[in-house]
């Protein structure tokens, strides 16, 4: 049996420290400002301070900067309560982002380029990138960072200089903010329960030391089953913080360190159909809001190699990510009107990615007779059929389950350890020249990364219902008993998917920038950015196996042969802006920026997946691959925006063009003269005209209204080939689609009500977002959906408040994502009644109790 219960003894002995502190410390200037905060203060202030996305002497505020910036304040990230890094980002205009996978893992796209995960955005923890690159091959960024108590507010820069100041950030930075000390002992504790079996305790502590010192503790421990269940603990773990920071006059030191220690559940798609009505659901079986495939028959399985060493997979990991970080920071005056800005940081993270993964769905009887060849493999046997492997019996092919269907689970298993060094050294100066000001930033960015990538998976026969079950493949004589099981407890293939690489990756990047205070009205500002990577390391080229059974008959495994590479790349990329500023309140802002992002070292450590020893040219085919390099992803992008704010109504309105040059697509290429058909790689460009608005109203003390909404045209340009079907050439033409997975409009609106004297309030926020589709075919359709959230706050005392949250309040089935398994050039989905897709996480109900000390 599993043990769903809280560790008692751990969280009894947390709460029972950090409750005796509270008492312990006197009422604080923080306990005053986090009130303050609660009523909204801090959302009307129309001077806050903007660090992301610039760098140089003195303060910018959000009003004078000249690029598309949203700022999520301390009360607004406790009100949404977001649960994973991607949840946090709803609120921000020109971001499409999908978080229906759990607390990590998330998906953004940002401003119609047409790259997932975290590919096109760079994630920064204090100005500095939590990872060097943050689409690392199977390694999202935000994997690797939580958010808790210590994160006081989040700045996110869409477009703008993101690309000058930071590497592969060519659509944005999205900057956490740590918490400052100030001079009084402060802090918060918060307990928060859920439904979803969800027990969480966050606390931050700080407080001056001795001798000019400031120290900073604080982190985050939790369990949850998960809002789709999987039978057992989805998430479990935490992380701890450590900062000491000094300031002297001229200069600022600081030293933080960070473990975190986290396990957390990967939901992927369940099979769907569509009604007759036309509407999508869940088929008959599985609980479309709260349910998943992964379950207890799941959980693990000891994976047969050819080598005969194993490979123990176990689900209860999902992606369980190890990692120890210690950052340094000092800024300092160095004279003559210079100042320094130093940066470093250290991570060792060792990640653990499992998943049960649905690699196609069909129902039970086409399997059955697309295995009919192996009947003649058992003497005797005249039928196939399906049993059970926990001895529940025989498998209904036609009404099992109420649907008959049966899914191809992958239970794929990575591990991927990871060493890296960043370091970014900034001069800045202001000076005078000509009776005009400028700001000047030179800067040098280095990062080292270290990746080894190991991957084994198999394929395990399951039935369609919640925490889904084994199926065996057996052979029947004509009284329907079991002559023989060709399947091996429910695996149907050993190694279809292995792995084994490993390569280092070194960058340096010089940059330049500088605001040019033309006169009161008018700034200038542009910057420079050129970076060259380097990578090197190698793949094992793999071998198939046949190991004498069904399952064990094509594995995979490495042949000890090793492909190297040794490449670099660079380029160089700039961007230039201006803005007028009409008054303290009003302004507006241009500009174009030519962005790149450069071959990753997971570009190569991945690159030959489906390269194999099988012949001397497939592995010459292996090492011209790993010849060549990899391409830069290049990419233009244009914006004017206003902005306008004072303490009844603020809007910041931005019109938005972006050009992509680089989307790679396979495609078979005809030959009308030899009439041969070859495959190869094509490549695509995309174009995408948008506008973004982001507005706050104040009407009345007791009421206001934030609305956020973007509209993007984002269509494939270039993308047309001939491909061979039964003989002729058909030709594809897919000029003018819709990228996949982008809507073309999508609204948030958050309306809120404070009423008993500020002391409560009440918010709902509403989110719609348009059709997507699934393939650059646009053949596969995800339907346009709306989700309706809830949170409520009531202050029971200056120091106590209790929060409740209800998400998903309709329980809406949203579609997120279709099955990208099954292609996203044109998906074998296409036309299907059932299929696979992720709809959003069903309704569930959270409650937290918070003190400030």
Known sequence: MVDHAVPSNRLAAAVSSILLASFLVPASAFAQDAAATSHGASARDLDTVIVTGRSGVG??????????????????????????????????????????????????????????????VTLLEDGIPVVHDPALGYLNGDQAFRLDETIERVEVVRGGPASVMYSNAPAGAINFIPRQVGEEASGVFKYTVGDSGLNRLDFAYGSPLANGWKLLLG????????????????????????????????????????????????????????????????????????????????????MKTADGRGWDFDNSEGTHVKRDQVTLKLET????????????????TDTIRNGVFP????????????????????PGASALGLRYVNGSGAFDTAAQNGNGLLVMGGLRGLDIPVREFINDTRLMRSFDFGGQQHNLTLGYYMASTKEDYSRYSSSVLLDAKDNASLLDLVALDANGQVLQTLSDNGVWRYGYEWNNASGEQKSHAFYVSDEWQVNDKLRIDGGLRWEKASSSGWNEVRRSVDGGTL???????????YVNHDLSSDDLGWSLGANWQFSDSMGMFGRWTSAFRLPSLGNYLTRNDNCNAASAETVAACVAGNDRRAD?????????????????????????????????????????????????????????FGLELETAWYPIDWFDL?????????????????????????????????????????????????????????????????????????????????????????????????????????????????????????????????????????RNYRLALMYRF
């Open 333 to 348: 005056e160095l004279g003559a009107g210079w100042e320094l800005a130093q940066s470093a940081r250290f991570s060792k």
């Open 706 to 842: 934030r609305v956020n909404a973007t509209w993007q045209d984002a269509q494939y340009r270039d993308l047309r080939y001939s491909e061979l079907v039964d003989g002729a050439p058909v030709l594809r033409d897919f000029i003018g689609n819709q990228l996949i997975r982008i809507p073309e409009l999508s609204l948030r609106a958050v309306a809120g009500l404070n009423l008993l004297d500020q002391r409560l309030r009440l918010q709902v926020a509403a989110e719609h977002q348009g059709e997507r589709f699934v393939d650059t075919a646009n053949s596969v359709r995800l339907p346009s959906y709306e989700l309706l959230n809830f949170s409520a706050r009531y202050e029971l005392t200056d120091r106590m408040s209790v929060y409740g949250y209800v998400d998903n309040v309709t329980n809406s089935l949203g579609l997120t994502e279709g099955n990208p398994r099954a292609g996203e050039l044109a998906s074998d989905d296409a036309g299907a009644n059932t299929f696979i897709a992720r709809p959003l996480l069903g």
């Open 59 to 120: 303060a910018r505020t959000k009003a004078e900067t000249s690029y598309s910036i949203t700022n999520i304040e301390e009360e607004q990230l406790r009100m949404q309560a977001p649960t994973s890094v991607t949840e946090a980002l709803k609120s921000v205009p020109g971001f499409w982002v999908e978080a229906s996978g759990g607390e990590a893992s998330g998906n953004i796209r940002a401003r119609g380029i047409p790259v997932d995960g975290f590919g096109s």
């Open 632 to 688: 830069t992803q290049t990419m233009d992008l244009a914006e004017v925006g206003f902005k306008f704010a004072n303490p009844l109504f603020s809007a910041y309105a931005t019109a938005f063009y972006t050009k992509y040059d680089n989307v790679g697509f396979s495609n078979y290429h005809f030959d009308p003269d030899t009439g041969v058909s070859t495959s190869e790689t094509g490549y695509a460009s995309t174009r995408t």
């Open 359 to 378: 690699n196609s769905l069909d129902t039970a009887a086409n399997f059955l007779d697309g295995q009919a060849r192996l009947l003649g493999t058992v």
């Open 219 to 302: 982190g985050f421990y939790r369990v949850e089953d998960g809002v789709r269940d999987p039978g057992f603990n989805g998430n479990d773990g935490g992380q701890f913080r450590l900062n000491l920071a000094k300031e002297f006059e001229g200069g600022r030191f600081s030293i933080d360190a960070k473990h975190l220690d986290d396990r957390v559940a990967l939901y992927l798609g369940i099979p769907m159909y569509t009604n007759r009505n036309g509407d999508i659901r869940a088929v008959p079986g599985i609980d479309g809001n709260h349910g998943t495939l992964a379950g207890p028959e799941t959980r693990y399985l000891s």
């Open 551 to 561: 399952a064990t008959s094509q594995m995979l495994s490495g042949s000890g042969l």
